[in-house]
């Protein structure tokens, strides 16, 4: 297996499909769950001759595989019916699928099909990533929550898109009001291109009209109140900003970003800094919420928060699968979190 790492995933991706590299199984795995579905979905439609041929590109649900593991192979040894070439782009799941890409690693040939595997965090010795890893036929591309350089050049990229060029202050307070999570960025980034479309320059006020809203205060005490063991708090303001409209998806997000940051500070304070050296290294923390966050520090383990992280994920994929449960899915597992001890 070819097994990417960060600063070289952007050049692969732009070489990928001139012919200069081929694999047939391609592995996109990670916590953040937004940019893996964006790599996932590049690398499929890069894959495909004409992405819109639902005989081209074959899109098959992970929970399918788990308990049809032959499925895997006979979409990716079935030849298409119009030629071209075909690709099978797998769905995450929270169930154990790997037996299927076992069975798909021994059959005796690949020729004219490309398997995109979307998954979420694959920790080293889950059984997909263990058997990938082992094989010459995969590509694995991880997909870790975007640094302060990463959201620079999404950002640069959108606005350029659009005929802006963002002065140093406006792309600096843009970055800093966004989070880890590519799809919940991109989303931010869309709304302020909506907002200042007709204008010939986007200035601090746009940024701060639309990114630095009231809803964003109120998820903010969504999350202080789950990580901050205050389940009455969470329930009030939860019930709250649903019925204003937030899908219980996004709040989920949202606490799955906080629980991998906090699970980073939480590793840094275990290796000797000090909580409040990491509360102040913090990016685009206001000062407001920096004793929140500093107890949550100390209030929770580098293995309690792995276990809220697992948690969190799990209840992600459940809201794909049952939508219109999301609130109920959504709501119960942060309120558990909420009662934890860390």
């Not at 629980?259 to 590793?267: F, H, N, T, V």
Request: hydrophobic content about 45%; overall charge neutral.
């Amino acid at each position: 297996m070819v097994a990417l790492k960060a600063g070289e995933i952007d050049g692969f991706m732009r070489r990928f499909g001139t012919g200069e590299i081929r694999s047939p199984i391609i592995l996109v795995y990670g916590p953040d769950m937004g940019l893996v579905n964006e790599r996932a979905r590049f690398f499929a439609e890069k894959c495909t001759e004409n992405p819109e041929d639902p005989f081209q590109l074959i899109r098959l649900d992970g929970d399918l595989l788990a308990s049809d593991p032959a499925r895997l192979v006979d979409e990716a040894t079935t030849m298409g019916l119009f030629g071209g070439r075909r690709t099978v782009w797998v769905k995450p799941s929270s169930k154990n699928f790997a037996p299927a890409v076992d069975a798909l690693l021994a059959a005796p040939s690949l020729d004219g099909v490309a398997v995109v595997i979307e998954a979420g965090d694959l920790g080293r010795s889950s059984p997909l990533r263990a058997l990938c890893e082992k094989s010459k036929h995969t590509i694995a591309v991880p997909c870790y929550a975007d640094s302060a350089r990463d959201l620079g050049a999404v950002v640069d990229d959108m606005f350029r898109e659009h005929g802006f060029t963002l002065s140093k202050d406006v792309r600096l307070a843009i970055i800093s009001s966004l989070g880890g999570d590519r799809m919940a960025s991109r989303g931010e980034l869309s709304k302020l291109l909506l907002y200042v479309h007709g204008q010939s320059e986007v200035t601090l006020e746009d940024v701060e009209a639309v990114l630095a809203d009231v809803s964003s205060l109120a998820m903010d005490a969504i999350i202080d109140a789950v990580f901050s063991g205050n389940p009455a708090g969470f329930e009030t303001d939860f019930q709250r900003i649903v019925a204003e409209g937030t899908p219980a998806a996004v709040i989920l997000n949202i606490a799955l970003r906080h629980a991998l940051s906090l699970l980073q500070g939480r590793i840094d304070i275990e290796a000797g800094k000090s909580s409040g050296a990491v509360v102040e290294s913090w990016r685009g923390l206001h000062f407001k919420r920096k004793p929140h966050i500093e107890r949550q520090l100390n209030r929770w383990t580098s293995t309690g928060l792995k276990s809220a992280i697992q948690s969190l994920q799990a209840s992600l994929l459940d809201t794909r699968r049952m939508a219109s449960m999301s609130t109920d899915i959504g709501g119960r597992t942060l309120l558990s979190l909420s009662m934890r001890r860390g």
